[in-house]
């Protein structure tokens, strides 16, 4: 009798195919953002919620992923509650009678280098043992006889979170109930319940300004005169002097004697007669 081989467990199974681990047992939404749109590796999202409530409002791809390549990568079934059981292909018989192309997917997850699994409020440190999506994973992870690649990570917080955190980013949100239920409703409203801080400027004694009266008022005929006002100032006795301004002017030169008289010529030194003019 030949023993069976021995099946790979998920850690030597990621190792082999080069596949990044995660550290985290949980993802909060905006660290899913991130995984989709970064990563080259193929995701699984299963929403584990019941029919009705995904068919009214669920993650749309296309707003998440803008690129089509990025979009190939990931997958998003809905795996009602309902269907889910201690075992996966007792999971898979159940969803083939409901939906049989959410069936052919969840065969398929094994295929899927990461697996990422929400409810509709479930966190992954008060998630009891014997929730649907505790019993998902255990069946998934550790009672499934072909390992996944890597250990299946939970949305915290679940639907709940995401659309607090990405209300842009899903089918639809026409009523508030699907964000946790009725009894959620005042701890959403409270997200919503703020006071802008009151500035500086604001905290000073407050002006009131008179509106202008609606109707006319009788005009008022008396005349009011003006009358200048004089107002002496005596300067003092050091700027007095300051005041008197000097203006220098050049002095006038007068025209000498001689102007437009002709030349007296001395001709002592020469020979011959000469004139002079007196």
Known sequence: MTESPVSETADELSEKLKIPKFDKK???????TELLTKSTHKVLIIDVRPKSDFDNSHMDLKLVLHDEKKRHLVTYMNLPNEC????SWSIYESLQKRDPASASLFAERNKFDYLVLFDRDSRIDTMPADSKLAILKRAMFEFDPEPCKNEPIILDGGWKHWIIYYPMLVSSLSRIDEIGGEGDKKSINKLFDFDYPELESDKKKNVTVAKPPTTP???QTNEIR?????VEKSLPKETENDLTVKIEQPEAKLPSD????PPVINRSNKPGDYYEYS
């Open 26 to 32: 949980s993802l909060n939404p905006k660290e899913l």
């Open 84 to 87: 889910v059981q201690n075992v």
């Open 217 to 219: 008022t009788s005009v």
């Open 226 to 230: 003006l009358e200048p006002v004089v």
């Open 258 to 261: 001689n102007v437009n008289r």
